[in-house]
């Protein structure tokens, strides 16, 4: 009997809910639900194998107990989900995943996970803990095991949850299970797309995804799910840059999670904000800051001169290279035009402030083409400029941009209950009226540019628009 789990289990309302409703029926919680236990982690999901009573009966009572959505996973082998509403779990959406043991026994079951931290299993009535490889020794080393080689063959999504969960502990990885990723880390292509782009959302959401990313890069995972890697390792450090470019993407999200930890409620309520995608800013812009240089490899001269190192519009070359990427990947279209959008505007903001004719109009004008994305750039920009400490690079020049920044982002938040968006003076059907043309690229330029003559100002009554498009007969 594991009497810390079996207390948790009973402070749990909605484990000591699930005993409750079934006093006969042996139930393990097993996994996450365990290691997050053990570790005195706040878990909001919960995974319970049942051994004596069908799991979809079980998913069907618990369905109608907590009034909560049902969901059949996988009905062949038998694993059902229930989405709790808010209410249940401290105005935490929550869920249940149930499931018969996969394979004859509960001990089949724990033998094809994916680490031993994740196969504890702890029955919910008695306290009674199975724990066959070591789980919880391992979590008390802070290390990640595999439990059979043949698992990252029969699942090589599970290859990239071991860096899932580095990211997310902060544990090392054993010898033995780093070189089967090293052996098998080509099977990371047969998954579908679709997990792998959930498993790298939950690595990007990890406080340590930095140190997954090197770890990933010794293992040639990086390169297997990210091919555009090889490019950022042909790019060396120069005056400007201390690092090559794959660590420089790498310590730019360092920064960003630094930066975030420091940052003040304001900035951490925006980026802990889900609006697209399942996961929060956060997440996604640290995702844009591992790929905000990948255009430098294609923009790469070096001056015959000078010696210096240039990659001339990268910025927008990289905002175009990122889509098929993650477009493959499965992302969905607000996530791409997010990241894209990062990407496309990183040098923005630090190129504002350190124009001689930066005033108020123009930071003005800044915030209305970012609107929502504003933070989340001023991040990512603070985080390449601390990423970049190359000997033509100053204390002073840092400390001056960051300030620079601050101030813009003070701007924002400053000006957020008195910038009003841009009115939409005409649409598109107003406009091909007044030309007398029809759906084109020229109708897309023309409305582009409409918006851009509105940002600066240049537009600001219907009239004036009208005249603007007239212009461009």
């Given at each position: 009997?594991?009497?810390t789990?079996?207390?948790?289990i009973?402070n749990?309302?909605?484990?000591?809910?699930?005993?409750?409703?079934?006093?006969?029926?042996?139930?393990?919680?097993?996994?996450?639900?365990?290691?997050?236990?053990?570790?005195?982690?706040t878990?909001?999901?919960?995974?319970?194998?049942v051994?004596d009573?069908?799991?979809?009966?079980?998913?069907?009572?618990?369905?109608?107990?907590?009034?909560s959505?049902?969901?059949?996973?996988?009905?062949?082998?038998?694993?059902?989900?229930?989405?709790?509403?808010?209410?249940?779990?401290e105005?935490h959406?929550?869920?249940?995943?149930?499931?018969?043991?996969?394979?004859?026994?509960?001990?089949?079951?724990?033998?094809?996970?994916?680490?031993?931290?994740?196969?504890?299993?702890?029955?919910?009535?008695?306290?009674?803990?199975?724990?066959?490889?070591?789980?919880?020794?391992?979590?008390?080393?802070k290390?990640?095991?595999?439990?059979?080689?043949?698992?990252?063959?029969?699942?090589?999504?599970r290859?990239l949850?071991?860096?899932?969960?580095?990211?997310?502990?902060n544990?090392?990885?054993?010898?033995?299970?780093?070189?089967?990723?090293?052996?098998?880390?080509?099977?990371?292509?047969?998954?579908?797309?679709e997990r792998?782009?959930?498993e790298?959302m939950?690595?990007?959401?990890?406080?340590?995804?930095?140190?997954?990313?090197?770890?990933?890069?010794?293992?040639?995972?990086?390169?297997?799910i990210?091919?555009?890697?090889?490019?950022l390792?042909?790019v060396?450090?120069?005056?400007?840059?201390?690092?090559?470019?794959?660590?420089h993407?790498?310590?730019?999200?360092?920064?960003?999670?630094?930066?975030?930890?420091?940052?003040?409620?304001?900035?951490?309520?925006?980026?802990?904000?889900?609006?697209?995608?399942?996961?929060?800013?956060?997440t996604?812009?640290?995702?844009?800051?591992?790929?905000?240089?990948?255009?430098?490899f294609?923009?790469?001269?070096?001056?015959?001169?000078?010696?210096?190192?240039?990659?001339?519009?990268?910025?927008?070359?990289?905002?175009?290279?990122?889509?098929?990427?993650?477009?493959?990947?499965?992302?969905?279209?607000?996530?791409?035009?997010?990241?894209?959008?990062?990407?496309?505007?990183?040098?923005?903001?630090?190129?504002?402030?350190?124009?001689?004719?930066?005033?108020?109009?123009?930071?003005?004008r800044?915030?209305?083409?970012?609107?929502?994305?504003?933070?989340?750039?001023i991040?990512?920009?603070?985080?390449?400029?601390?990423?970049?400490?190359?000997?033509?690079?100053?204390?002073?020049?840092i400390?001056?941009?960051?300030?620079?920044?601050?101030?813009?982002?003070?701007?924002?938040?400053?000006?957020?209950?008195?910038?009003?968006?841009?009115?939409?003076?005409?649409?598109?059907?107003?406009?091909?009226?007044i030309?007398?043309?029809?759906?084109?690229?020229?109708?897309?330029?023309?409305?582009?540019?409409?918006?851009?003559?509105?940002?600066?100002?240049?537009?600001?009554?219907?009239?004036?628009?009208?005249?603007?498009?007239k212009?461009?007969?």
């Open positions: 009997m594991n009497t789990i079996l207390s948790k009973k749990d309302k909605i484990i000591s809910k699930i005993a409750e409703t079934f006093p006969n029926t042996k139930i393990y919680i097993v996994g996450g639900t365990v290691r997050d236990f053990l570790m005195d982690i878990s909001y999901d919960r995974d319970i194998i051994c009573k069908e799991a979809k009966d079980v998913a069907i009572e618990l369905h109608n107990v907590f009034d959505a049902y969901v059949p996973l996988d009905e062949e082998n038998k694993i059902y989900r229930i989405v709790l509403h808010s209410k249940e779990d105005n959406q929550s869920m249940i995943d149930i499931t018969n043991p996969i394979g004859n026994t509960l001990e089949d079951d724990l033998r094809r996970r994916d680490l031993t931290i994740n196969s504890i299993a702890v029955e919910i009535h008695t306290g009674e803990t199975i724990d066959l490889f070591g789980g919880i020794a391992d979590i008390k080393r290390i990640l095991s595999y439990i059979e080689e043949t698992n990252f063959v029969d699942d090589p999504l290859l949850r071991v860096y899932r969960f580095q990211a997310l502990l544990f090392s990885i054993d010898t033995e299970t780093l070189q089967a990723i090293c052996k098998y880390a080509k099977l990371i292509n047969k998954p579908a797309k792998v782009a959930y790298l939950k690595l990007f959401s990890g406080k340590y995804t930095h140190t997954a990313l090197l770890n990933m890069n010794k293992t040639w995972l990086l390169e297997e990210f091919p555009i890697v090889k490019e390792k042909q060396p450090s120069n005056t400007h840059h201390h690092l090559d470019l794959l660590h993407s790498i310590e730019t999200v360092r920064q960003i999670q630094n930066l975030y930890d420091e940052a003040d409620d304001r900035v951490k309520a925006h980026l802990d904000k889900v609006d697209f995608g399942g996961f929060s800013r956060l996604h812009i640290k995702l844009a800051g591992f790929l905000h240089d990948i255009g430098k294609s923009t790469w001269t070096i001056d015959e001169t000078t010696g210096r190192h240039r990659f001339i519009k990268h910025d927008e070359v990289g905002s175009k290279l990122v889509k098929p990427i993650l477009k493959s990947l499965t992302f969905s279209n607000k996530q791409i035009t997010y990241i894209s959008e990062m990407i496309k505007n990183h040098i923005y903001p630090s190129q504002l402030m350190t124009s001689s004719e930066v005033n108020e109009k123009a930071m003005t800044y915030l209305r083409k970012l609107g929502d994305n504003t933070v989340d750039n991040i990512l920009a603070k985080a390449d400029r601390l990423s970049a400490r190359g000997e033509a690079i100053t204390k002073e020049i400390e001056t941009n960051i300030n620079n920044l601050d101030r813009l982002l003070d701007f924002y938040f400053d000006s957020l209950e008195t910038l009003k968006p841009l009115p939409k003076l005409l649409d598109g059907n107003e406009i091909m009226q030309l007398n043309i029809s759906p084109s690229p020229k109708l897309g330029e023309i409305l582009s540019s409409l918006h851009e003559a509105q940002l600066n100002g240049d537009v600001t009554t219907k009239d004036e628009a009208i005249t603007f498009v212009s461009h007969k």
